[in-house]
């Protein structure tokens, strides 16, 4: 079989105009990033025809290392809703460069359910990330010049700044460095360090804003620590809202691009969902529903992470009602789940897999408390033999919910009709109801024992002390109300990588919270995640090439 990337360059592409064309958007509108990408202005959003399409959350079990194709199946369930008459769009996140020449060489997709101009979107887009990487090192800039002036200082105290700067790479040693040495002309000395740009508040706050001007006032709203009279410090303090939004003055405009088969396309905004809040911009959204009947969405990783964020965040902030909810599983991670070791995935294993569905279950139980009953989309790979295929439906109806087999990725939209027909069914039947998990007005350490108790299938959640000051602090400044936002693992239901499947009696610890005020959330931190990822023993950029015609290869 081909690599995802010579599929992608084999594929004839479409100016981007005759897909615009297909959304009813004028070409002569478009922002054009030459001929196969544009932004879309935001005046093309219009909020009367939501209620008249539908909104279709793709999330998955809890994945392997390698991840269970969801945005596979978003592109492949999109283009099939095409095939079956349904005017669809997809719409989905911008690739960070940390995981590309990390662990994933690419995330746009594969095989025949991809997005194109595939090496573009994975290597800088429009610039959006680069933006908001701006935007934010801005803000700590203007931080750190503040504590140096003698005139004009707003008192601030370095020991209480909890802004960092942000890169759009995996690199592990500038989690934690000294920043100001050098003498007195070289800044005051501090500790701070770096996340990755997709855990930047700038990138959460861009995600959940409504218009330039929203987008403006959120900024100003970032907090960045307190005085040495134990005043809290906003952006606004610092005047850096202006020129923050002006950084972000094109990547607030969402992204257009199409698939292998010409359907439209949305990307924009790329928060990570063990770090952050996981899914798109709500622009991106209402932009694809404000022209579509179909709008296909993922949230990233698994249902208690993306999904639960999608539903408690996104959905809350920008009154979004999914419609249908599809959970991607794939045999290999059932049986992962089930035990099997990784290197033995591709083995037929009926006990391992049997063993595994307790992860399913735990997903589908998730999706049911927020109102859903999922389908379930079993992503096929060419080594499921026709026995763990059956086993795995038949176990599907057991739980009563429906199940389609979803081959997209060998297939494109064709691979994926069945699984369309059967979202379809699931749209049409009108049982999907969404509720959120919890209501703004409750205390944090309600909300977060919530999510941890119900979703992740904790018995009790543990604060440590700096964590507990932290949570008393905001509540004093009168931010209670805010959403949560849990930084977790993505390899566990729990807050310890190494428990597969449906771990029971365990304790979620939340070691430190931090303020996103300007996002409109808290993000509790459990166990040892880290918002700086690290690469791997064997990057994905050892692999990736270019040669003297500027054909790219290594993008998987």
């Given at each position: 079989m081909?690599h995802?990337?010579e599929?992608?360059?084999?594929?004839?592409?479409?100016p981007?105009?005759?897909?615009?064309?297909?959304?009813?958007i004028?070409k002569d509108?478009l922002d054009?990033?030459?001929?196969y990408k544009?932004k879309?202005?935001?005046?093309?959003?219009?909020?009367s025809?939501?209620?008249n399409?539908?909104?279709?959350l793709v999330?998955?079990?809890?994945p392997?290392?390698a991840g269970e194709?969801?945005?596979?199946?978003?592109?492949g369930?999109a283009?099939?809703?095409?095939?079956i008459g349904k005017?669809?769009?997809?719409?989905?996140?911008?690739?960070?460069l940390?995981?590309?020449?990390?662990i994933k060489g690419g995330?746009?997709?594969?095989?025949y359910?991809?997005?194109?101009p595939?090496?573009?979107?994975?290597?800088h887009?429009t610039?959006?990330?680069s933006?908001?990487?701006?935007a934010h090192?801005?803000?700590?800039?203007?931080?750190?010049n503040?504590?140096?002036?003698k005139e004009g200082n707003?008192?601030?105290?370095?020991?209480?700044?909890?802004?960092?700067?942000?890169?759009d790479?995996n690199e592990?040693?500038?989690?934690?460095?000294?920043i100001?040495l050098?003498?007195?002309?070289?800044?005051?000395?501090?500790?701070?360090g770096?996340?990755i740009?997709?855990?930047s508040?700038?990138?959460?706050?861009?995600?959940?804003?409504?218009d330039?001007?929203?987008?403006?006032?959120?900024?100003?709203?970032?907090?960045i620590?307190?005085?040495f009279?134990d005043k809290?410090?906003?952006?606004?303090?610092?005047k850096?809202q202006?020129?923050?939004a002006v950084?972000?003055?094109?990547?607030i405009?969402?992204?257009?691009?199409?698939?292998?088969e010409?359907?439209p396309a949305?990307?924009h905004?790329g928060?990570?969902?063990?770090i952050?809040?996981g899914?798109?911009?709500?622009?991106?959204?209402k932009?694809g529903?404000?022209h579509?009947?179909?709008?296909?969405?993922?949230?990233?990783?698994a249902?208690?992470?993306?999904?639960?964020k999608f539903?408690?965040?996104?959905?809350?902030?920008?009154n979004?009602?999914?419609?249908?909810?599809?959970l991607?599983?794939?045999?290999?991670a059932?049986?992962y789940?089930g035990?099997?070791r990784?290197?033995?995935?591709?083995?037929r294993?009926l006990?391992a897999?049997?063993r595994?569905?307790?992860?399913?279950d735990?997903h589908?139980?998730?999706?049911?408390w927020?109102?859903f009953?999922?389908?379930?989309?079993i992503?096929?790979?060419a080594?499921?033999?026709?026995?763990?295929?059956?086993?795995?439906?038949?176990?599907?109806?057991?739980?009563?919910?429906?199940v389609?087999?979803?081959n997209?990725?060998?297939e494109?939209?064709?691979?994926?009709?069945?699984?369309?027909?059967t979202v379809?069914r699931s749209?049409e039947?009108?049982?999907?109801?969404?509720?959120?998990?919890y209501?703004?007005?409750?205390t944090?350490?309600r909300?977060?024992?919530?999510?941890?108790?119900?979703?992740?299938?904790a018995?009790?959640?543990e604060?440590?002390l700096?964590?507990k000051?932290q949570?008393?602090r905001i509540?004093?400044l009168?931010?209670?109300?805010?959403?949560?936002?849990?930084?977790k693992?993505?390899?566990?239901?729990?807050?310890?990588?190494?428990?597969r499947?449906?771990?029971?009696?365990?304790?979620v610890?939340?070691?430190?919270?931090?303020?996103?005020?300007?996002?409109g959330?808290?993000?509790?931190?459990?166990?040892?995640?880290?918002r700086m990822?690290?690469?791997?023993a064997?990057p994905?950029?050892?692999?990736?090439?270019?040669?003297s015609e500027g054909?790219?290869?290594?993008?998987f």
């Amino acid at each position: 079989m081909k690599h995802d990337i010579e599929i992608a360059q084999e594929a004839k592409i479409r100016p981007i105009g005759e897909i615009a064309d297909i959304l009813g958007i004028p070409k002569d509108e478009l922002d054009l990033y030459g001929k196969y990408k544009a932004k879309i202005p935001l005046e093309f959003i219009d909020e009367s025809k939501l209620k008249n399409s539908r909104l279709v959350l793709v999330t998955a079990i809890t994945p392997t290392p390698a991840g269970e194709g969801k945005t596979t199946t978003s592109i492949g369930l999109a283009q099939g809703l095409n095939l079956i008459g349904k005017k669809t769009t997809v719409v989905l996140r911008e690739p960070s460069l940390g995981p590309v020449f990390g662990i994933k060489g690419g995330a746009a997709g594969g095989g025949y359910s991809q997005v194109i101009p595939m090496e573009d979107i994975n290597l800088h887009f429009t610039g959006d990330i680069s933006a908001v990487e701006k935007a934010h090192n801005l803000l700590a800039a203007l931080i750190d010049n503040n504590l140096q002036l003698k005139e004009g200082n707003l008192g601030i105290d370095p020991r209480t700044v909890a802004w960092k700067r942000v890169m759009d790479m995996n690199e592990r040693s500038l989690r934690d460095i000294v920043i100001g040495l050098g003498g007195t002309t070289e800044g005051v000395p501090r500790q701070s360090g770096f996340n990755i740009t997709a855990a930047s508040e700038v990138m959460a706050t861009l995600c959940v804003a409504k218009d330039l001007d929203d987008l403006k006032t959120r900024l100003g709203n970032i907090f960045i620590g307190y005085t040495f009279s134990d005043k809290p410090v906003f952006a606004r303090d610092l005047k850096a809202q202006g020129a923050m939004a002006v950084l972000l003055k094109e990547a607030i405009k969402p992204n257009l691009v199409q698939t292998l088969e010409g359907t439209p396309a949305i990307i924009h905004g790329g928060p990570f969902a063990n770090i952050a809040q996981g899914t798109n911009t709500i622009i991106a959204t209402k932009m694809g529903m404000s022209h579509s009947e179909i709008v296909v969405t993922e949230a990233g990783f698994a249902s208690e992470l993306g999904a639960e964020k999608f539903f408690n965040i996104k959905s809350q902030f920008g009154n979004l009602s999914a419609n249908a909810v599809v959970l991607v599983a794939t045999i290999r991670a059932i049986k992962y789940h089930g035990g099997a070791r990784l290197a033995d995935l591709q083995k037929r294993n009926l006990e391992a897999l049997i063993r595994g569905f307790e992860n399913l279950d735990k997903h589908i139980e998730n999706m049911r408390w927020f109102g859903f009953r999922p389908v379930v989309a079993i992503n096929k790979f060419a080594s499921d033999t026709p026995e763990e295929i059956e086993l795995l439906m038949h176990h599907c109806g057991s739980q009563n919910v429906p199940v389609a087999l979803n081959n997209s990725w060998a297939e494109g939209g064709r691979g994926a009709v069945d699984l369309a027909n059967t979202v379809l069914r699931s749209i049409e039947d009108g049982e999907n109801k969404f509720k959120p998990l919890y209501e703004l007005s409750w205390t944090f350490e309600r909300k977060i024992e919530t999510i941890c108790k119900l979703l992740y299938g904790a018995d009790h959640v543990e604060y440590a002390l700096k964590a507990k000051s932290q949570l008393d602090r905001i509540e004093k400044l009168g931010l209670g109300d805010l959403a949560v936002c849990i930084a977790k693992t993505q390899k566990s239901l729990s807050d310890d990588p190494a428990r597969r499947g449906r771990p029971t009696g365990f304790t979620v610890k939340i070691r430190e919270v931090e303020l996103s005020s300007g996002a409109g959330f808290i993000v509790p931190i459990a166990g040892t995640i880290m918002r700086m990822p690290g690469l791997p023993a064997v990057p994905s950029a050892e692999n990736i090439d270019i040669d003297s015609e500027g054909n790219i290869k290594g993008l998987f």
